[in-house]
């Protein structure tokens, strides 16, 4: 057993670096945070003020907080995606222990090359896979690790992404170009193509294919009465439109709410700050004009070895927020999972449903503290730190090498798409 608390360092103090350095409030006596780096002076001051962070501890580059010396026991990079390798293999080399946000890196080699560094430096490095640890998806694999579906032979799982979140993070917001981050199938939907690898239980995959495209946030579909505005606070259809930046985050705010997306638009969340935001910022642009080029629209196919199958649907035209929704048949019964809320397992032999509230299980109560994306970001953090406490990696359910396998059949679902072929996965 190591010592306690882990010592961790912040490396990206956005909205993902604050939640999992809160889980050091939660639990004082596993994780400690001593350090912060962001190229941004005020998010750094942020949280060093809320974790009592000494002024040499804050650091602008990875290259001043490694010109310090090793300082803790592990990091937390939650900086923008195209910064992840070069980022990770440095601090691997370091010989920090690691938890990264998902995607690894937006190539395969820099994937590839991420999983080699954690190999040869012989350290933790948990991928924020955290659809794996939300009570809802424990409680599946649980399920599929018993052996009650018995063989699995085909999963079909869907995305909701919710109309208003695509709009806000893949139209106006920093995922929207691919050239500046990744494809949405990648930056959104990792975590689906991983559960789906997940359940699977090591079957290799052997063939993928998909289809999808920019359906409609695009100029060709702006409706003809918003005319030439570019801005929603100068369209005479802004009233009229289900994406108006007035009705996403200046309505929000005049009923008192601070949380996301408004807090993802400005520092101090006020009417004033707000409509300043969408009067001059990013998050004001009609989203028919909008310099946005990844899918709203996409399905992926998926064989594995023994002829399983499975299918994934993501779309962006939904009430839900988020959710995700996921069948598996097996051999001897078949398994419904519906969002976070509750698993349903029907055995063939017995013919009696089981229905499973996981939320309502002893065993995730702590999760109340820290519960979002369903409880798999407590999940993932407390997995990663205790870990490292006691010097157990299987705790770690997403490693390099799993999750380097699944971002290898994100790598093989976008080129199928752009080429209209089926693609081997061992190709990529």
Known sequence: MEKCPV???????????????????????????????????????????????????????????????????????????QTHSEITVKMANEKYNILLEKPMAVSVEDCKAIHEAAIKNNIILSVCHVMRYTPNYSEVMRIVESGMLGEIYSVQHLEAIGNTHFAHSFVRGNWRKQEETSFSLMTKSIHDIDLINWFMQGSKCTKVSSFGSLSHFKKDKKPIDAGDALRCVDCAFESECAYSAKKIYLDPARQGNTGWPLNAITQVVDIENIGNAITRGP???????????????????????????????????????????????????????????????????????????????????????????????????????????????????SDSLESL???????????????????????I
């Open 283 to 397: 998050y004001g642009r009609c989203v028919y004009e909008c310099d946005n080029d990844v899918c709203d629209n996409q399905v992926v196919n998926f064989e594995f070895e023994g002829g399983k199958t499975a299918s994934f649907t993501m779309i962006a035209f939904t009430e839900d927020l988020c959710v995700r929704k996921t069948k598996i048949y097996g051999s001897k019964g078949e398994l419904h999972s519906d969002g976070d809320h509750q698993v349903k397992f029907f055995d063939f032999k017995t013919r009696e449903t089981t229905i499973i509230y996981p939320h309502e299980l002893e065993q995730y109560n702590m999760y109340s503290g820290m519960n979002n994306h369903g409880g798999g970001d407590y999940g993932v953090i407390s997995s990663f730190i205790d870990s490292l406490i006691l010097q157990t990696p299987k705790l770690n359910k």
């Open 7 to 81: 010592t961790v360092i912040i490396i990206g103090a956005g909205i993902r670096g604050n939640i999992y350095a809160s889980y050091s409030q939660l639990c004082p006596d596993k994780m400690k945070v001593v350090g912060v780096v962001d190229t941004n002076a005020q998010k750094r001051d942020v949280i060093a003020k809320i974790y009592n962070i000494p002024s040499q501890f804050e650091f602008s580059s990875v290259d001043d907080l490694i010109k310090a010396g090793k300082l803790a026991d592990a990091v937390v990079i939650s900086t923008l995606d």
């Open 405 to 427: 396998t699944s971002h290898i059949l994100t790598f093989a679902a976008e080129k199928s798409r752009l080429t209209g072929s089926i693609v081997c996965p061992r190709d």
